[in-house]
C-alpha cells in the first residue's frame, strides 16, 4: 500500500487556491494548474490597480478643482499655490467636495486666495 504523504496539507492549499478562482471560465475555476495561474494573475492585478486607482481619483478630484477654480476667474496652479501661502491645510480630495457641493465656501476659499 502506498504512503500518504502530504493529503491534507495539499487539498487545503488546493481548496484555498480554487475557492479564489471560483467564477472563473472554463478550467481556470475547476483545473487547480491553470486555477493556480489565473489566480496569481488575477492578484497581481488587483494589487496593481489598488494604485492606479488612486491616481486615477486624485486627477479626478484635480479635474474638478480646476473646473470650479476656471469658474471663480483663477487657475489651479495659482489656488494651489496661494492655499499654500495662505496655509490652508486641506487636501484635494476635501477641497474638490467643497467645489462640487458648496459653492459659497469654494469662493470664499478663493477670495483668501487672491489676498
Known amino acids: 500500500m502506498p504512503k500518504a504523504a502530504h493529503g491534507p496539507a495539499t487539498r487545503k492549499r488546493h481548496k484555498r487556491v480554487l475557492k479564489?478562482?471560483?467564477g472563473f471560465t472554463g478550467g481556470r475555476g475547476r483545473?487547480?494548474?491553470?486555477?493556480?495561474e489565473t489566480v496569481k494573475r488575477a492578484m497581481y492585478f488587483a494589487y496593481r490597480d489598488r494604485k492606479a486607482k488612486k491616481r486615477a481619483m486624485r486627477g479626478l478630484w484635480i479635474l474638478r478643482l480646476n473646473a470650479a477654480c476656471r469658474d471663480n476667474g483663477i487657475s489651479y496652479s495659482k489656488f494651489i499655490a496661494?492655499?499654500?501661502?495662505?496655509q490652508v491645510s486641506l487636501n484635494r480630495k476635501q477641497l474638490s467636495e467643497i467645489a462640487a457641493t458648496d459653492d459659497a465656501s469654494f469662493k470664499k476659499l478663493v477670495e483668501l486666495v487672491r489676498k
Do not use: D, E, I, Y
Open 20 to 22: 479564489r478562482a471560483k
Open 82 to 86: 496661494g492655499l499654500k501661502k495662505a
Open 31 to 36: 483545473l487547480f494548474r491553470t486555477a493556480k
